[in-house]
């Protein structure tokens, strides 16, 4: 199992050998050190633990300074792994961007772009009402939610769609390909779209 932290830089196009032009994200994964080892016995389940990035001392709990010994991270994530893999980790060890090569398989985790509070056309693709016969402000309206007296017996249905905060949530894309690794620079060229915007902090599973 190969897991690390990045973050997302841009989108840009990758050209294959064979000079197809494809969309692609540019992907940061600074290198990674594994900050704790978990087990079963003592914690109750087993995981691998990363810390990314840096910050000041100053932001970072006095607790979690003696915890990560000489680290100064940005954040912590956890990745649960089964009990037989726990051997293949040891506290100390940096994860960088030659575990993966290109045409690995992998799922990205993000957080996606939040947009606030958004009508229905924006948030669950709704038509809108007719653009004429004397329409004058429900162009972008829901419309009827059948409150009374309709398939709900008077009441508006549990999960009806409408307006509300949209984005922000946490989405996992599977199944996207690595078209290109730069062990150089730590850069991920991933095929296509992930979750977030630039400088979102990315969990990528392989």
Do not use: C
């Amino acid at each position: 199992m190969k897991f690390i932290l990045g973050e997302k830089i841009t989108m840009t196009q990758f050209f294959d050998s064979k000079g197809r032009a494809q969309a692609a994200t540019l992907v940061s994964v600074t290198p990674s050190v594994i900050t704790q080892v978990k087990m079963a016995d003592k914690d109750g389940y087993t995981a691998v633990q990363l810390g990314f990035g840096s910050r000041k001392e100053k932001n970072i709990a006095k607790a979690q300074i003696g915890a990560w010994k000489d680290g100064r991270f940005k954040t912590v994530q956890e990745f649960r792994i089964t009990p037989d893999q726990v051997s293949n980790y040891v506290v100390g060890t940096t994860v960088d961007a030659s575990i993966f090569s290109a045409d690995d398989t992998i799922r990205v985790t993000g957080v996606s772009k939040g947009k606030g509070f958004q009508g229905v056309v924006k948030r669950h693709n709704f038509a809108g009402g007719p653009r004429s016969h004397g329409q004058k402000h429900s162009e972008r309206e829901a419309g009827s939610i059948g409150g009374s007296g309709g398939r709900a017996g008077g009441r508006v249905a549990k999960g009806m769609r409408m307006a509300g905060r949209t984005g922000s949530d946490r989405i996992t894309v599977r199944n996207l390909k690595v078209l290109a690794v730069d062990t150089t620079t730590n850069t991920l060229v991933i095929k296509g779209a992930v979750p977030g915007r630039n400088g979102t902090l990315l969990e990528i599973i392989g």
